[in-house]
T-cell receptor, first 114, second 114 residues
Framework: ETGVTQTPRHLVMGMTNKKSLKCEQH?????MYWYKQSAKKPLELMFV???????ENNSVPSRFSPECPNSSHLFLHLHTLQPEDSALYLC?????????????FGSGTRLTVV | AQSVTQPDIHITVSEGASLELRCNYS??????LFWYVQSPGQGLQLLLK??????LVQGIKGFEAEFKRSQSSFNLRKPSVHWSDAAEYFC????????????FGTGTKLQVIP
C-alpha cells in the first residue's frame, strides 16, 4: 500500500478513556508529523519526528503522547482528553525535514471527545 | 517570524471560469512555497511546489502558480474550473537552512457553481 494511512478514521472517546491513533507510511520518508486541524483555526503542528527522533514538541499538553517506533510508524496516544481536543488529527510524512520537500498527508482521524 | 497570508477566506466561481487564489508570505530570503488542496473529510494533497528556477510552476489537476519575489506572492491559478475543484486550498511556506517548521496559511474555501 502506498501513501500515508491513518487509523481509525473516526473515534469517539470519553474524557477518561485512553486511545491511540496510528499512522503508517511506506514511502521511505524519514520525517513524520502530527497536525491538529480544528474548525476555523490554522493547522497546528503538534510533533515532528526525524528518523524516529522527536525534533519538535510544539507546546502540546501532556495528555497527548507521541511515539515513533520506526521511520514507518507514528502513534499518538491520548488520555484524559478535553472536549476542546475534538478535531481532525492529520499525520504527514516527508522525505526529510528542512528541505524543499512537500508533505504527504493521511486522510486523518476525526476525534470527538464526549 | 515567517508568516503566510491567504486574504480570501471564501471564493465562489462559476464552472468554466478562471480562478486565482492569493497567497502572500513574509520572510527575508527565498522560501520554499507549496499549495495543497483538501476535500471534505480528507487530508491535504500537494498540488505543486516552488523552490528555485522557473518562477511559473505547473502542478497536478491543471493548476499552476507563479512566484513573484517583488510582491512576496505565490498565487495559484487555473484557467477553467471544474465542479470537482470545490475544496479548501492551503498555501504553505518552508525555509532553507536546517529544520524550520513549515507554516500553513488559514486556507481559502472554493465553491464552484454551475
Amino acid at each position: 500500500e502506498t501513501g500515508v494511512t491513518q487509523t481509525p478514521r473516526h473515534l469517539v472517546m470519553g474524557m477518561t478513556n485512553k486511545k491511540s491513533l496510528k499512522c503508517e507510511q511506506h514511502l521511505g520518508h524519514n520525517a513524520m508529523y502530527w497536525y491538529k486541524q480544528s474548525a476555523k483555526k490554522p493547522l497546528e503542528l503538534m510533533f515532528v519526528y526525524s528518523l524516529e527522533e522527536r525534533v519538535e514538541n510544539n507546546s502540546v499538553p501532556s495528555r497527548f503522547s507521541p511515539e515513533c517506533p520506526n521511520s514507518s510508524h507514528l502513534f499518538l496516544h491520548l488520555h484524559t482528553l478535553q472536549p476542546e481536543d475534538s478535531a481532525l488529527y492529520l499525520c504527514a510524512s516527508s522525505q526529510d525535514i528542512g528541505g524543499p520537500y512537500g508533505y504527504t498527508f493521511g486522510s486523518g482521524t476525526r476525534l470527538t471527545v464526549v | 517570524a515567517q508568516s503566510v497570508t491567504q486574504p480570501d477566506i471564501h471564493i465562489t466561481v462559476s464552472e468554466g471560469a478562471s480562478l486565482e487564489l492569493r497567497c502572500n508570505y513574509s520572510y527575508g530570503a527565498t522560501p520554499y512555497l507549496f499549495w495543497y488542496v483538501q476535500s471534505p473529510g480528507q487530508g491535504l494533497q500537494l498540488l505543486l511546489k516552488y523552490f528555485s528556477g522557473d518562477t511559473l510552476v505547473q502542478g497536478i489537476k491543471g493548476f499552476e502558480a507563479e512566484f513573484k519575489r517583488s510582491q512576496s506572492s505565490f498565487n495559484l491559478r487555473k484557467p477553467s474550473v471544474h465542479w470537482s475543484d470545490a475544496a479548501e486550498y492551503f498555501c504553505a511556506v518552508g525555509f532553507s537552512g536546517g529544520y524550520q517548521k513549515v507554516t500553513f496559511g488559514t486556507g481559502t474555501k472554493l465553491q464552484v457553481i454551475p
